[in-house]
């Protein structure tokens, strides 16, 4: 399969590129920039081969269109849409890595992203990428949506729970801290390295546009209405993200119950390792890979269930995820070029 990223020189991108020179079911065909001059690839990733001569080059829609079966979207949020439009009228496969397909409410964009959504009727068509839920609508998708990373984190670690109904939906809150590569290249002060190193704050708080994506995702699984605080920091590392969820549990409900919910929802998927009872995860052990890990403990005192995630931001939280779908959507055996 041909395969092009647009969008090349992001943090995704680049994510994408590793992977992809190495798998060995596709070829990259076009590398992407809105940048005026091409760059060696190279030159942007200095580990690869040296056989390796790709080029990124200006944007070229009909270049691109006339050399690809699948296309990676990796534009900012809200500047995706056209391009993704574009694209899915040209009869190709899009992943798109932004925002800009995960909701299904048009109305909720200009709320949450500050600008209205040109396609509505395309939002329905989209399916959102989150791998072990949604697999079956994946094979089968030509517009996939790839999930943000605080809910690949958080949703991965709540959907068990909710749907089996061991806990209350209306009473959630997760707490978030994510590296510093989740805000992407742009240049921010508070992205600073002066502004960042030995700090650590809360950003955003219960108003971060993630947070509709989460609440769609799990009102999705279970059924019902659900309602969440969402605080998400951020940490003075490069990459991860630490999730911890904090939920009631409903009345009789035991741990063997919490932990067959896990064992049953994960235990033949090959990129979520649910860890042994009062085991949590850690994130040195989930940087450069597209694993999930998840430990839980049922607080009887409390009546609480707190879960505690742990992704690469990077990896399972964008471009792994993302070659995960293609995998699913091509045919390919599902951990080929991430394992």
Known sequence: MNCSVIGATGYTGIELIKIL??????????????????????????????????KIETYDFNKVKNTSDIIFVCLPHTEAMHCVKEFHDAGKIIIDLSADYRLKKASLYPVWYKTKHAYPKLLKKAIYGLTEINRDLIKKADLIANPGCYPTGAALGLIPLLKNGLVYQDDIVIDSKSGVSGAGKKLT?????????????????????????????LETVSGEKVSLTFVPHLLPINRGILSVMYLKMRPGVTEKQIENAFKQCYEKEPFIRVKPQEQFPELRHVQYTNFCDIGFVADKKTGRVIVITAIDNLMKGASGQAIQNMNVRCGFAEEEGLI
Request: charge should be negative; charged fraction near 20%.
């Open 21 to 54: 020179v190495k798998h060995p079911n596709v070829q990259i065909s076009q590398l992407t920039t809105r940048q005026s001059e091409s760059i060696s690839v190279r030159t942007l990733i200095p580990s690869l081969s040296k056989d390796i001569d790709l």
């Open 189 to 217: 002060t508070a992205t600073q390295f002066a502004e960042l190193d030995e700090n650590f704050y809360a950003y955003k708080v219960n108003q971060h546009q993630h947070s509709p994506e989460i609440t769609q995702m």
